[in-house]
């Protein structure tokens, strides 16, 4: 499957009224794929497999900023500490030691969204209010985290044909996110609300996302849903 360029073209002008980032989600598809959006400009790819984003960030331009937009196990973070630019899932306190650990051993700070449960469904990763501000906490304590800033909020909204139910997930989670821009320390630096995919990114632009994560509108069809 052709990579979509009419799509990409269409919706980079929805977004960029509204200076919103694209992330183009490339998990699954080859590297031909990535190179073709690099062309036309594109620098910012989400993936959701360690392994899977290692191989393609070696064979591509170094200077593409690769998005970690999947549910990142503790023990992988060293393999993507030396260059990923933006984990969007971090859902645990073990977790952000971890990449603290690892951000030091490369002496690089490393951006970090906490990903909140907004959805009705039972299966999604995320930080409920209460474990959210208890993480917020733990990184507002001076010197704590050198080596992680974590600059904003991820969510997933219910995958739901009820545009009223998704609209209402992504008002709470900019709701929480408007709650601590406020709120900055040397960790903790809010700027980037990350929330919309192919299906509803046009709800979370009308609800104030400033980074959407779009993959199957510029890739084409995946073969498993769940993948
Ligand atoms: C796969 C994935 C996307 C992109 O999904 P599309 O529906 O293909 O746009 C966005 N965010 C996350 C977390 C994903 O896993």
């Known amino acids: ?10 919706i980079l002008r929805e977004l960029q009224e509204k200076n919103v980032t694209l992330v183009a989600v490339s998990k699954t598809k080859p590297v031909e794929d990535i190179l073709a959006l ?3 400009g594109q620098r910012d790819f989400g993936e959701n497999y360690v392994q899977e984003l290692v191989e393609k ?3 591509l331009p170094a200077d593409i900023r690769w998005h970690f937009i999947g549910h990142l196990q503790s023990n992988k973070v060293k393999y993507i500490a030396p260059f990923v630019h933006l984990v969007h899932g971090v859902d645990s306190a073990k977790l952000l030691q971890e990449i603290e650990k690892q951000g030091a051993r490369n002496q690089r700070v490393i951006n970090c969204l906490l990903q909140v449960y907004i959805a009705k469904e039972e299966t999604k990763f995320g930080l409920d209010e209460a474990e ?8 507002e304590e001076p010197g704590k985290f050198r080596h992680v800033r974590i600059s904003g909020l991820m969510g997933m909204a219910s995958f739901s044909d009820n545009p009223d139910l998704v609209r209402g997930e992504f008002k709470m989670l900019n709701q929480l996110y408007k709650q601590y821009t406020g709120r900055i320390t040397e960790a903790v630096q809010f700027s980037r609300l990350s929330m919309g995919m192919s299906g509803d990114y046009r709800i979370a632009l009308e609800e104030g996302t400033t980074m959407v994560r779009i993959g199957s509108l510029l890739f084409g069809a995946r073969p498993s849903a769940n993948y």
């Open 57 to 59: 960030a070696e064979k």
């Open 132 to 139: 959210l501000e208890t993480l917020i906490r733990q990184a």
């Open 38 to 40: 690099y062309e036309l």
């Open 1 to 10: 499957m052709a990579v979509n360029k009419e799509a990409y073209t269409s």
